[in-house]
């Protein structure tokens, strides 16, 4: 079980650039979702997905895009990056069915530098 | 709505110090506590959880309801505890999961 993977590892992108950021678990999780993690402030939740073909946004939903035509995989999309982005974003999921704990599995995280 | 607070950004002790992270959380529902752990170059992990009431690596925290509070406390604190240290809340029965901002511990030999 390779868990929680995410790509790239590490990006650097201008402003106004788009790019996606991949996520894939190979549990059979039906809850997935995006942090973001700045200095001082914490986890932030960005958007969740409770299965495939749903999601909702969290906390600070602005500037990004998701879907989940998989249960696998659930990319983050920034559409126009801004310097605001610039953090290390993380995706996490977990399993809610009877029995299980619902503990949320990390991904290794994502880098971002937007100038 | 939900929100955790984590009042200490940094909290440094002397190993075999006894360590107490503080956690508040605001919520009106039924509310699941997580404490969850992210050492240097590893994953964020889950360290415990209020429902199963354990002690994990000498930790343990008690979900006091009155208070709205489930701290983190270890009598004795080590070295390999130094991490940064996240509350989290669930509502139960729903899976968005919610992090207070955090709390880095130092322990010094």
């Known amino acids: 079980n390779a868990g929680v993977t995410q790509t790239p590892k590490f990006q650097v992108l201008k402003t106004g650039q788009s790019m996606t950021l991949q996520c894939a678990q190979d549990?059979?999780?039906?809850?997935m979702s995006w942090y973001r993690q700045d200095p001082g402030m914490g986890l932030r939740l960005i958007h969740y997905?409770?299965?495939?073909?749903?999601?909702d946004q969290g906390e600070v939903p602005n500037g990004y895009n998701v879907s989940r035509s998989t249960t696998e995989d659930f990319p983050l999309r920034l559409l126009s990056a801004a310097p605001s982005q610039t953090s290390v974003y993380f995706c996490?999921?977990?399993?809610?069915?009877?029995?299980?704990?619902?503990?949320?599995?990390f991904g290794e995280g994502s880098r971002l530098t937007v100038l | 709505a939900q929100r955790v607070t984590q009042p200490e950004k940094l909290l440094s002790v002397f190993k075999g110090a006894p360590v107490e992270l503080k956690c508040n959380y605001s919520?009106?529902?039924?509310?699941?506590l997580f404490w969850y752990v992210q050492y240097s170059r590893q994953r964020l992990q889950l360290l415990l959880r209020?429902?199963s009431r354990e002690s994990i690596k000498g930790f343990t925290a008690d979900l006091n309801k009155g208070e709205t509070s489930f701290h983190l406390k270890k009598p004795f604190a080590q070295e390999e505890d130094s991490a940064m240290y996240y509350c989290?809340?669930?509502?139960?029965?729903?899976?968005?999961?919610?992090f207070g901002t955090g709390t880095r511990l130092l322990v010094s030999p």
């Open positions: 996490a999921s977990s399993s809610h069915l009877a029995g299980e704990t619902g503990e949320l599995f």
């Open positions: 549990m059979n999780h039906e809850y």
């Open positions: 997905s409770v299965g495939a073909g749903i999601t």
């Open positions: 919520y009106s529902g039924s509310p699941e």
């Open positions: 209020h429902i």
């Open positions: 989290a809340l669930r509502n139960t029965g729903f899976q968005k999961l919610v």
